[in-house]
């Protein structure tokens, strides 16, 4: 049988200023109207960032709130909404208000799980702590929200079976392959053929390519 094929829309990210690219949406208005547009032109996902009134990205769960309540005031849009639980940039984010907006805000139905830490080269470290990612599955299963399990480098892997395994995290899983991070894996055909072998029975899994090496989206999927 044919599966249908699933887009995902990420809008803004955590990184890239409006200077370099000025599409891009920074306002809880701006995101819903471009997250809209999207879902018009045949996303099925948006993937939401947002940023503090600098443009930088940041953990505020009163945007992510509005953002939310403009999207779902057009009511004939159905897309489905998944918010971050990493896009701070202003380093004051804690553990405690990365996942904020996950227990308090209604209408996220998917939130990312960025299943272990390495370094982001050259920024510095990009920290999930399994204190941090054992509460994040649980908040996730008491809220009904499905885990998007970002999976940068293969021992994360072996992150997230464990946290299944200790019931911190649902399944079926679903696998979000996040390749070409300098200081993760790049973005081959190999290393994503090796990770889509390695995820266990009934997964599903969806991958992209960080950087210039978004371009080569199409041929990796």
């Known amino acids: ?3 249908k094929v699933i887009i995902t829309a990420a809008l803004t ?3 890239t200023p409006k200077e370099k690219n000025a599409s891009i949406p920074l306002t809880p208005a701006e995101i819903a109207e471009d997250a809209y547009a999207c879902w018009k032109a045949g996303a099925a996902i948006v993937h939401l960032h947002m940023r503090n009134d600098e443009g930088i990205g940041c953990m505020d769960d009163k945007k992510f709130a509005e953002t939310i309540r403009l999207l779902r005031a057009k009511e004939d849009c159905d897309v489905i909404i998944n918010c971050t639980s990493s896009g701070d940039n202003t380093r004051t ?3 405690e208000t990365r996942m904020l907006h996950m227990q308090t805000v209604d209408g996220i139905e998917m939130g990312s799980y960025d299943a272990g830490s390495f370094n982001w080269m050259p920024g510095g470290v990009f920290e999930n702590s399994p204190q941090f990612l054992e509460k994040l599955g649980d ?10 399990i970002e999976i940068f480098d293969a021992g994360m892997l072996g992150v997230t079976d464990y946290f299944v395994k200790k019931g911190h995290l649902p399944t079926p899983l679903h696998f979000q392959f996040c390749l070409g991070v300098l200081g993760a894996m790049p973005a081959t055909v190999e290393n994503l053929q090796y990770l889509v072998s390695k995820i266990p029975e009934g997964s599903t899994w969806s991958a992209f390519g960080v950087g210039k090496q978004h371009v080569r989206n199409e041929w990796l999927l």
């Not at 908040?139 to 998007?148: A, H, L, N, Q, T």
């Open 1 to 3: 049988m044919m599966e």
């Open 13 to 15: 990210g955590a990184v």
């Open 139 to 148: 908040v996730y299963m008491e809220r009904g929200i499905k885990p998007e």
């Open 93 to 95: 984010a804690t553990n």
